[in-house]
């Protein structure tokens, strides 16, 4: 059974930066594709991007351009750099396999685009 740990998120100013963490635990992580996930408040919860097992990406267009999605297999872990934050990012986001697992979600980390 796959477990996940989100991390890194917190409160930026617009146009701010972060960098958001997943770390996985459970065999076979280097062959599962992975995904990035929020969900804003009073809406559902989106993809925003994911990141097959060979490292090939793909992205929700409102991230385009200024999100990337990355892992490092040997330490079990997917990462986001977001930059170039809007308001519209706060969401609390999640990270899961691709496509994702109900059993699987974790408790996301929280960002917060405010000034």
């Known amino acids: 059974q796959v477990q996940l740990v989100e991390s890194g998120g917190g409160l930026v100013q617009p146009g701010g930066s972060l960098r958001l963490s997943c770390a996985a635990s459970?065999?076979?992580?280097?062959?599962?594709?992975m995904g990035w996930y929020r969900q804003a408040p009073g809406k559902q919860r989106q993809l925003v991007a994911f990141?097959?097992?060979?490292?090939?990406?793909t992205y929700a267009e409102s991230v385009k351009g200024r999100f990337t999605i990355s892992r490092d297999n040997a330490k079990n872990t997917v990462y986001l750099q977001m930059n170039s934050l809007k308001r519209e990012d706060t969401a609390v986001y999640y990270c899961?396999?691709?496509?994702?697992?109900?059993?699987?979600w974790g408790q996301g980390t929280q960002a917060t685009v405010s000034s």
């Open positions: 899961n396999l691709y496509p994702p697992i109900p059993a699987v």
């Open positions: 459970g065999s076979m992580f280097s062959i599962r594709a």
């Open positions: 990141i097959t097992s060979g490292g090939a990406t």
